[in-house]
């Protein structure tokens, strides 16, 4: 069965810290990586993809993958309290013909 | 462009009552995708459509729960009769393609008491 797995939390971090959110996979031949930001009681929100080997910048945001290691992580700079939400990192393989996989999601809290 | 929409928000329905969730998906995005998250787990897949046709159901967990797309437009997911076990918010998302990431709605809380 394929599998997400994140450490559920809370992580805890200062303003203005650098968060580091960490997600690994099972499935080897997983093709396509996705984080999601939830606010509690809200749905979750695409803020990052990615589906190659490598980092991704996008604003404060950095996504790396290592396809090797099965690892995928994202790094958001300069924290705000307005950051604080549960992180969700999404796996698809088979060059996204199978649904997404979803992890329990990291709870994040940005301490101002 | 609007996004995708889910009605009802919530419900709260008796053991043994039928209950019918709907999405209105993005315009445009043949992809439609239900995912069901019941508390402390993880967002479940349920079922994936392309246009009208099921593409993906592997998720759907029994017979008790019915899924249609008419027309390739709108979804709708019946849940007939409902159990405890049911209760969680169920998700409705939608994509242009497969490999994409999804837009989610903003979910139905269903609760079976």
């Known amino acids: 069965q394929k599998e997400v797995e994140q450490n559920s939390g809370p992580l805890s971090v200062p303003e203005g810290a650098i968060a580091s959110l960490n997600c690994t996979y099972s499935?080897?031949?997983?093709?396509?990586f996705f984080w999601y930001r939830q606010y509690s009681g809200k749905s979750p929100e695409l803020i990052m993809s990615?589906?190659?080997?490598g980092d991704k910048e996008d604003g404060r945001f950095t996504a790396q993958l290592n396809k090797a290691s099965q690892y995928v992580s994202l790094l958001i700079r300069d924290s705000q309290p307005s950051d604080s939400a549960t992180y969700l990192c999404?796996?698809?393989?088979?060059?996204?013909?199978?649904?997404?996989?979803f992890g329990k999601g990291t709870r994040l809290s940005v301490i101002a | 462009e609007a996004g995708v929409t889910q009605f009802p928000s919530h419900s709260v329905i008796e053991k043994g009552q039928t209950v019918t969730l709907r999405c209105d998906p993005i315009?445009?995005?043949?992809?439609l995708y239900w995912y069901r998250r019941v508390m402390g787990k993880e967002i479940k897949f349920l079922l994936h459509?392309?246009?009208?046709?099921?593409?993906?159901e592997s998720g759907m967990p029994n017979n008790r729960f019915l899924a249609e797309r008419t027309g390739g437009t709108y979804s709708t997911l019946k849940v007939q009769p409902a159990e405890l076990e049911d209760s969680g918010v169920y998700f409705c998302?939608?994509?242009?393609?497969?490999?994409?990431?999804?837009?989610f709605g903003s979910g139905t809380r269903l609760t079976v008491v």
């Open positions: 999404a796996v698809n393989s088979n060059s996204g013909n199978t649904p997404l996989v």
């Open positions: 990615i589906y190659s080997n």
């Open positions: 499935d080897r031949v997983s093709q396509s």
């Open positions: 315009s445009g995005h043949d992809n």
């Open positions: 459509f392309v246009k009208e046709s099921k593409q993906d």
């Open positions: 998302a939608s994509s242009p393609r497969v490999g994409y990431g999804y837009t």
